[in-house]
């Protein structure tokens, strides 16, 4: 099974900043927690272009702590959301709520390991 979250960057990147880690994924964690309610509900509403934005800052977020598939869903939503491809977004919506609670258990996982 492939990896949902880099973790030998994180290694890198917070190889002596553990506090700052843990602080970085603490603040994911609550932004996922209101973003993701508040994605579904603008895609409910046909706000797409809300929607397409927060996908942006998701995106952005998820590829500060790693979470690889995280990121490239919400890049995925930001598009079709921007293209009104409202077809896919149900689907990958969908998908972005699983594989936002696997990364989070995989980022959990690699904090409790390494630091």
Do not use: C, W
């Amino acid at each position: 099974m492939e990896p949902k979250v880099d973790t030998e960057t994180l290694k890198i990147k917070f190889n002596d900043k553990p506090e700052l880690l843990r602080k970085i994924h603490h603040e994911f964690t609550l932004h996922v927690d209101s973003v993701l309610p508040e994605m579904r509900a603008f895609y409910e509403d046909g706000d797409l272009k809300s929607l397409s934005e927060k996908a942006h800052t998701l995106k952005g977020n998820a590829a500060l702590i790693g979470a690889i598939q995280v990121r490239e869903l919400a890049r995925e939503i930001q598009e079709a959301s921007s293209n009104g491809n409202v077809q896919s977004l149900s689907r990958a919506l969908s998908q972005l709520y699983d594989e936002v609670q696997v990364a989070l258990g995989e980022l959990n996982r690699f904090l409790s390991d390494q630091l």
